[in-house]
């Protein structure tokens, strides 16, 4: 595994984006200057995030989320190997 996080990444298992190898490892995501834990999809390339849209839900029973426009940072919180953190 490298240390660079995929351009886009999803923590919905119905996505073709989704990848739980690179979940476990933990995902840090910056959006316009801000850390934000909330991320349920980002794209890197093309500058978005989607978000949980308050506690709505959609017919299928999933979170409604957002789309928004911005400058998008990712990192992984730990370790190619899994010791420590990226930080340490």
Not at 42 to 54: D, F, K, L, P, T
Request: proline share 7%.
């Amino acid at each position: 595994m490298s240390d660079t996080p995929p351009d886009r990444l999803s923590n919905d298992p119905r996505s073709p984006f989704y990848q739980p190898e690179l979940l476990e490892r933990g995902i840090g995501i910056r959006f316009n200057g801000t850390e934000r834990n909330n991320v349920e999809e980002y794209c890197i390339s093309e500058g978005w995030v989607r978000v949980q849209a308050g506690r709505s839900l959609d017919r299928r029973g999933m979170p409604m989320t957002m789309k928004i426009k911005g400058t998008v940072e990712a990192w992984f919180l730990d370790t190619a190997d899994g010791t420590g953190t990226a930080a340490d």
